[in-house]
């Protein structure tokens, strides 16, 4: 059965930075793009950032880009989140799953981001 684990949220300073990881298991890892998501307070749920199964082709939201970065170890089915220059609008609750811009795989509990002064 396949499962995501989501950890290394926090809180943090405006200006701080944060590294989100999530360890995969259940399915061939390294056969498959990895995504992050958010959920920020009254919102819903928004993709944040995507990563092919090679490490090589990535995408990030507009309100991310040039602040955060995803990146994979395939070696330990683990996909990353660096988040830098974190925000107050950053404020959400992180989640991974697998694939492109939509989830394909139930979600993991998240991890929280809490980024405020």
């Known amino acids: 059965q396949a499962q995501l684990v989501e950890s290394g949220g926090g809180w943090v300073q405006p200006g701080g930075s944060l590294r989100l990881s999530c360890t995969a298991s259940g399915f061939t890892f390294s056969n498959y793009a990895m995504n992050w998501f958010r959920r920020r307070p009254g919102n819903e749920r928004e993709l944040v950032a995507y990563v092919d199964k090679t490490d090589d082709i990535t995408y990030y939201a507009d309100a991310v880009k040039g602040r955060f970065t995803i990146s994979r170890d395939n070696a330990e089915n683990t996909v990353y989140l660096q988040m830098n220059d974190l925000k107050p609008d950053d404020t959400a609750v992180y989640y991974c799953?697998?694939?492109?811009?939509?989830?394909?795989?139930?979600w993991g509990q998240g991890t929280q981001v809490t980024v405020s002064s």
């Open positions: 799953n697998r694939g492109w811009t939509v989830p394909t795989l139930s």
